[in-house]
């Protein structure tokens, strides 16, 4: 019964999110979620070049951010969106999947240090330009 209920409240909750219109206030939280996964990807990235990360972890955590940062290309390219932002929503799905190819290429070779070190200056540009998407 707990797990029922446990898988009731987490479908309940993934609905919830990349939902509805894109309208300013989305555009901002989904840049925002964007800028996260790369920002986060940029020190994974750092990580394994410096060789400061196992393995696995660098594997799996690559695969699980570049997945999400997919689905919210996804996301932004099929959900509609309020006039006037339709460029800057559209500029953010491909961030998002430009952020989801570079975070695929670090799960791809999570022991390449030149790879993990050739992704971190792109990765950061990514932060930065998920930031000015979110104004």
Same mark, same amino acid.
């Given at each position: 019964?707990? #797990?029922?209920?446990? !898988?009731? !409240?987490?479908? $309940? *909750?993934?609905?919830?999110? %990349?939902?509805?219109?894109? @309208? +300013?206030?989305? !555009?901002? +939280? @989904?840049?925002?979620?964007?800028? &996260?996964? =790369? *920002?986060?990807?940029?020190?994974?990235?750092? @990580?394994? &070049?410096?060789?400061?990360?196992?393995?696995?972890?660098?594997?799996?955590?690559?695969?699980?951010?570049?997945? $999400? =940062?997919?689905n919210l290309a996804d996301s932004l390219a099929e959900?509609?969106?309020? %006039?006037?932002?339709? =460029?800057?929503?559209?500029? !953010?799905?491909?961030? *998002?999947? +430009?952020?989801?190819?570079?975070?695929?290429?670090?799960?791809?070779?999570?022991?390449? #240090?030149?790879? $993990?070190r050739s992704l971190r200056q792109p990765l950061s @540009?990514?932060?930065?330009?998920?930031? #000015?998407? &979110?104004?």
């Amino acid at each position: 019964m707990r #797990r029922a209920f446990a !898988l009731c !409240l987490s479908a $309940a *909750a993934l609905t919830g999110c %990349n939902g509805g219109t894109v @309208d +300013r206030h989305a !555009l901002k +939280r @989904d840049a925002e979620k964007v800028g &996260s996964l =790369a *920002a986060e990807g940029e020190l994974l990235a750092d @990580d394994v &070049s410096k060789h400061a990360s196992t393995t696995y972890f660098a594997r799996v955590h690559a695969e699980e951010l570049s997945q $999400a =940062a997919s689905n919210l290309a996804d996301s932004l390219a099929e959900r509609p969106t309020s %006039n006037g932002i339709e =460029a800057k929503v559209h500029r !953010l799905s491909r961030l *998002a999947a +430009r952020v989801s190819a570079q975070l695929e290429q670090l799960h791809l070779h999570p022991t390449d #240090r030149l790879v $993990a070190r050739s992704l971190r200056q792109p990765l950061s @540009d990514d932060v930065h330009a998920a930031d #000015r998407l &979110s104004k």
